[in-house]
């Protein structure tokens, strides 16, 4: 049974942090890129943050460069985003995501966790 759990989401303020978290279980984690993505009202799912397998290469989305860092622990089969310096306008409902192993596309979604940044 393939899981992909989020967790760290909540309400901050504007100006925080928030680190989120994502256990992977039932497909082996270590061999898979991952990545981060979200989605706000209104608005198409969008490509956070990428991360391959073993973690010597990532990527971002632009809006989040310099503020948002992802990690990953393969030991632990979880994968990590660090968010800091949070505005407003990164409010969205975070999701994992396990790539496909061509490259392109998504394999498996975790169910997401709310972040909502406003004071």
């Known amino acids: 049974q393939v899981q992909l759990v989020e967790s760290g989401g909540g309400l901050v303020q504007p100006g925080g942090s928030l680190k989120l978290s994502c256990a992977a279980s039932?497909?082996?984690?270590?061999?898979?890129?991952m990545s981060w993505h979200r989605q706000a009202p209104g608005k198409e799912r969008e490509l956070v943050a990428g991360?391959?397998?073993?973690?010597?290469?990532?990527n971002y989305a632009d809006p989040v460069k310099g503020r948002f860092s992802i990690s990953r622990d393969n030991a632990k089969n979880t994968m990590y985003l660090q968010m800091n310096s949070l505005k407003p306008e990164d409010t969205a409902v975070y999701y994992c995501?396990?790539?496909?192993?061509?490259?392109?596309?998504?394999?498996?979604w975790g169910q997401g966790t709310q972040v909502t940044v406003s004071s």
């Open positions: 995501a396990a790539d496909r192993r061509s490259g392109y596309g998504t394999l498996y």
């Open positions: 039932g497909f082996t984690f270590s061999s898979y890129a």
């Open positions: 991360i391959t397998s073993g973690g010597g290469r990532t």
